[in-house]
Nanobody, 119 residues
Framework: QVQLVESGGGLVQAGGSLRLSCAAS????????MAWYRQAPGKQRELVARISSGGSRNYADSVKGRFTISRDSAKNTVYLQMNSLKPEDTAVYYC?????????????WGQGTQVTVSS
């Protein structure tokens, strides 16, 4: 059974930093891509950052220059380093992974971790 376990959320002041982690566990044949999404109250879930199997990275315009996505392939783990946080970054952050597992190619979601940035 594949699952994604997230950690690292919390409450920080504007200008502070947080590092989110997401570890995929289970029988995984291939990690095709991993990404971070976020959803603020009353808003739709949006893509924040993504990293492909080849290491290509994409970021939402709102976080470019402040957030960095990275991965540890040996641990099937993706990270999101968030610097210079702003109140508008407040949201529930979700890890997403496109994995090849026993059931085939599927997208998996983490449970979400709350990030709150105070002004």
């Amino acid at each position: 059974q594949v699952q994604l376990v997230e950690s690292g959320g919390g409450l920080v002041q504007a200008g502070g930093s947080l590092r989110l982690s997401c570890a995929a566990s289970g029988i995984i044949f291939r990690v095709n891509a991993m990404a971070w999404y976020r959803q603020a109250p009353g808003k739709q879930r949006e893509l924040v950052a993504r990293i492909s199997s080849g290491g290509s990275r994409n970021y939402a315009d709102s976080v470019k220059g402040r957030f960095t996505i990275s991965r540890d392939s040996a641990k099937n783990t993706v990270y999101l380093q968030m610097n210079s946080l702003k109140p508008e970054d407040t949201a529930v952050y979700y890890c997403n992974a496109l994995l090849t597992a026993v059931a085939g190619d599927l997208a998996y979601w983490g449970q979400g971790t709350q990030v709150t940035v105070s002004s």
